[in-house]
């Protein structure tokens, strides 16, 4: 949804098709916005301009979840099903935009496409990847029904 700041600031969908489009990641300038989308019936990564929606550039080509942009726009990054954090170089032009020949940095081991698996330093040259300990087991869910009525006792 898009909330403009002035006028009569009614909310409005910015995409609204019959599929899931999701977790966007604005451009630097706020001129575009990459998001996942399983239209092509798996998540890629496109790339809109915003908040007008010309053009649409599939980045991915073999699946992608996760899309982050590198401080100055100039890289894009996504993790592919298998887990590979990609990046391609990008041009953010006027009328649209180009992207470069995507680059494998390297795989996540322990990519389930759940979690946020990845935060870039804004420069490109270092990622902060979530690895759980080896052997560690995941911590079991409890639920507490009716809290609200046990927090006076």
Do not use: H
């Given at each position: 949804m898009i909330l403009p700041l002035a006028g009569d600031r009614k909310p409005e969908p910015?995409?609204?098709t019959k599929y899931t489009e999701m977790k966007p990641a604005f451009s630097p300038d706020g001129r575009w916005v990459?998001?996942?989308s399983n239209e092509s019936g798996r998540y890629e990564i496109y790339v809109q301009g915003f908040p007008d929606?010309?053009?649409k550039w599939l980045i991915s080509?073999?699946?992608g979840r996760q899309a982050a942009w590198?401080?100055?726009g100039k890289e894009l990054y996504w993790v592919r099903p298998d887990g590979t954090l990609m990046?391609?170089?990008m041009k953010l032009l006027k009328?649209?935009?180009r992207a470069g020949q995507p680059q494998t940095l390297f795989r996540i081991s322990n990519w389930d496409g759940a979690l946020t698996a990845y935060q870039t330093d804004g420069n490109g040259r270092r990622f902060l990847v979530y690895e759980p300990e080896a052997g560690q087991r995941e911590l079991p869910m409890v639920v507490v029904q009716n809290?609200?009525?046990r927090l006076g006792k």
């Amino acid at each position: 949804m898009i909330l403009p700041l002035a006028g009569d600031r009614k909310p409005e969908p910015y995409l609204q098709t019959k599929y899931t489009e999701m977790k966007p990641a604005f451009s630097p300038d706020g001129r575009w916005v990459a998001y996942e989308s399983n239209e092509s019936g798996r998540y890629e990564i496109y790339v809109q301009g915003f908040p007008d929606k010309r053009g649409k550039w599939l980045i991915s080509a073999s699946g992608g979840r996760q899309a982050a942009w590198r401080r100055d726009g100039k890289e894009l990054y996504w993790v592919r099903p298998d887990g590979t954090l990609m990046a391609a170089s990008m041009k953010l032009l006027k009328a649209g935009v180009r992207a470069g020949q995507p680059q494998t940095l390297f795989r996540i081991s322990n990519w389930d496409g759940a979690l946020t698996a990845y935060q870039t330093d804004g420069n490109g040259r270092r990622f902060l990847v979530y690895e759980p300990e080896a052997g560690q087991r995941e911590l079991p869910m409890v639920v507490v029904q009716n809290w609200a009525a046990r927090l006076g006792k």
